[in-house]
């Protein structure tokens, strides 16, 4: 697995970004993949997770409401909406494929990271 994230920038308060993982080797389609993040100073925190086929999903409190996970298996691409952001989702965000199927919450249930991309949310 080769994982690719993209469109991480700048945005207000309030504002909306969508995030993007592309996997170039196809071969995610039948993991469970998930979002994290890593704020300054802070260790890598988990935002949201997807099962296999996009059936099941589960976030963080905190972004519960306001992030929404999903997945095109077709294109073999990962998405994370993030709307009414706030200044504290300020991080660099990591897509993850996970060695099983379903949901996975823990870092060690993941297998292959992308690069990550940088979201920046002023005030």
């Known amino acids: 697995v080769q994982l690719q994230a993209s469109g991480g920038g700048l945005a207000q308060a309030g504002g909306s970004l969508r995030l993007s993982c592309s996997d170039s080797?196809?071969?995610?389609?039948?993991?469970?993949m998930g979002w994290f993040r890593q704020a300054p100073g802070n260790g890598r925190e988990f935002v949201a997770a997807i099962s296999w086929n996009g059936g099941s999903t589960q976030y963080a409190d905190s972004v519960k409401g306001r992030f929404t996970i999903s997945r095109d298996r077709a294109r073999n691409t990962l998405y994370l909406q993030m709307d009414s952001l706030k200044p504290e989702d300020t991080a660099v965000y990591y897509c993850?494929?996970?060695?099983?199927?379903?949901?996975?919450?823990?870092?060690?249930?993941?297998?292959?990271w992308g690069q990550g991309t940088l979201v920046t949310v002023s005030s």
């Open positions: 080797r196809r071969t995610s389609s039948n993991n469970g």
């Open positions: 993850a494929a996970a060695r099983g199927a379903g949901l996975r919450l823990s870092r060690d249930d993941y297998a292959s």
